[in-house]
């Protein structure tokens, strides 16, 4: 606690301010929950005492418990400058970093803390998990492995570890260590949850079910096991059961966010647009930063925006790289091979050997349909998952993880042929791709790509989140970036499950 020391250039204080008091009626608000008392007297500290650490670090700790990080890493940075050898508190701010998605600093400041205090075990969790984040699939095990050497009795570094295990094609170790987690964790329902949660991403679905199942029982007060079970019933297609365990979990909590997501994803699957719309609205209320209630209360809303933010797309897909071939296997997308089919007719048989580029790569099938193609293959998409599954094919000359305008930042007349397979479904204006795209090209070079089929002569955002173009507005948006069309095909995308009308289309730069 801090002591108060009188500062002598200050005059005599008509109502001398109880600091140490302010600060045991925090810790105690805290303790009973009572998370905005508790910020209102560290608030009052603060107007005393604007520098005083231990108020400074419980606000911070406080912000990130709602759910606001950039307020915590404010808060915890102003704490950090003037107690830089507090391992606790650089975790917190780690932690803070890292909620807002700014992993290299998270990094910096968990190595800083496990500096300062070399056994901090869950320190060495989170920063593997920080390290799985980027996908430094390598680091992220060294982590996990050295905070099960400090604490082997952890479940949750085992959770982790296989989670990134699995994710890695090394099935077996991963079972092991869920095992080992279960066999820690004994009768707690949390770990439960993060071990269901695992198979979740890795596809066993009634292990998973089950496990929530078993957590329901055992904290039937608790909204977590209740919102796993919703997505296991979900995602094994029985909707009215899962919706009935995401509206039990908001019973329990209204505010508790995965359950109101995931309840807005299924009304809007069912066609319940306003219902779905509301959810994502609570949900934008609550985080006026989450870039998923954003696009999609715009999706169900009919609101027209230009693209999907950058953030809900990477972890759309950063949650899918696990599962994204064997679901695309199942749902018949063949548009990477038609993409090639297309461009090595038009090239009319001749030994090809282009410079291409593959925008939104994903996981590497358009790369490794056109390798053949290929004297130099380069691929870019925003999810880092998403680019590992790419490495790991061992095809592409070059993979970055970014956006399409910094792929083509900067290139002139570089590549012969640009791709982009189910890209633009993220992109509803096209206009500043297509201008770029035309900069990249060598004069004659191609760009192909699919696009889900609008009719009239814009692009919609659809309510599942997705973009769909018509045919007169791709014309017109290639134009003005002096590119022409050279064929088009009408295709299925995809049978999800019904099937999805689209394009592939065909441009050339005009020489
Ligand atoms: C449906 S996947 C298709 C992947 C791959 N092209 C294929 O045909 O299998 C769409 C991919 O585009 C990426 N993506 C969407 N918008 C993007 C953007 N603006 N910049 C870079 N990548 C993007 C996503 O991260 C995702 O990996």
């Known amino acids: 606690m801090t002591n108060v020391t009188p500062d002598p250039t200050q005059g005599p204080r008509a109502d001398p301010v109880d600091i140490d008091g302010l600060m045991q009626d925090g810790d105690n608000h805290i303790r009973q929950g009572r998370g905005t008392q508790a910020d209102l007297s560290f608030q009052e500290v603060l107007a005393h005492q604007p520098d005083n650490p231990d108020a400074l670090q419980r606000r911070g700790f406080l912000a990130l418990l709602r759910g606001d990080p950039g307020d915590a890493v404010e808060l915890l940075s102003r704490a950090m400058a003037i107690r830089s050898d507090d391992a606790t508190l650089c975790g917190h701010l780690a932690g803070a970093l890292m909620a807002c998605g700014n992993l290299d600093e998270a990094i910096s400041y968990w190595q800083r803390a496990l500096e300062l205090a070399p056994d901090y075990a869950a320190a060495y969790v989170n920063l593997g998990d920080a390290y799985f984040a980027k996908s430094e699939s390598a680091l992220s095990e060294a982590a996990y492995r050295k905070s099960i050497a400090i604490a082997p009795d952890n479940p949750k570094a085992f959770v982790s570890l296989a989670r990134m295990l699995h994710f890695s094609n090394r099935s077996g170790e991963a079972e092991a260590a869920l095992h080992q987690a279960l066999e820690l964790a004994g009768d707690a329902p949390e770990v439960w949850n993060l071990v269901g949660t695992v198979l979740l991403e890795a596809g066993g679905l009634d292990a998973a079910l089950e496990l929530f199942e078993a957590s329901v029982r055992k904290a039937p007060a608790e909204p977590q096991g209740h919102t796993g079970k919703g997505i296991a019933l979900h995602m094994l297609a029985r909707p009215d059961e899962a919706r009935a365990a995401y509206r039990r979990a908001l019973e329990i909590d209204p505010r508790y966010p995965l359950a109101r997501k995931h309840l807005g994803v299924l009304l809007q699957e069912c066609g319940e647009l306003d219902a779905a719309a509301e959810c994502f609205r609570q949900l934008l209320a609550a985080d006026p930063n989450d870039d998923m209630a954003r696009h999609m209360l715009a999706a169900t809303a009919g609101e027209a925006t230009a693209s999907a933010p950058a953030g809900y797309v990477t972890r759309l897909f950063d949650d899918y790289a696990d599962r994204f071939d064997t679901h695309l296997s199942q749902i018949s997308y063949r548009v990477p091979e038609q993409i090639r089919d297309m461009v090595v007719d038009i090239a009319g048989g001749e030994q090809l050997e282009w410079r291409i580029l593959d925008l939104g790569c994903g996981t590497g099938l358009c790369g490794e349909a056109m390798r053949p193609l290929a004297a130099f293959l380069a691929g870019v998409d925003l999810s880092p998952r998403m680019i590992a599954k790419s490495r790991e094919r061992k095809i592409y000359d070059s993979l970055i993880t970014g956006s399409i305008e910094d792929a083509l930042e900067g290139q002139e007349r570089a590549f012969d042929l640009i791709v982009a397979g ?26 192909a790509f699919s696009i889900e089929e609008a009719d009239g002569d814009h692009y919609h955002l659809c309510p599942t989140g997705r973009y769909a173009h018509s045919p007169a507005y791709v014309d017109k948006t290639a134009i003005a970036s002096e590119l022409s069309v050279v064929r088009r095909r009408d295709i299925v995308l995809r049978n999800d499950p019904e099937p999805i009308r689209a394009q592939i289309v065909v441009l050339a730069r005009d020489a």
Request: charged share 15%; hydrophobic share 50%; net charge neutral.
């Open 422 to 447: 189910d890209v633009f479904t993220y992109v509803g204006d096209l206009a500043s791709a297509f201008a770029g795209s035309a900069r990249a090209m060598r004069p004659g070079g191609l760009m």
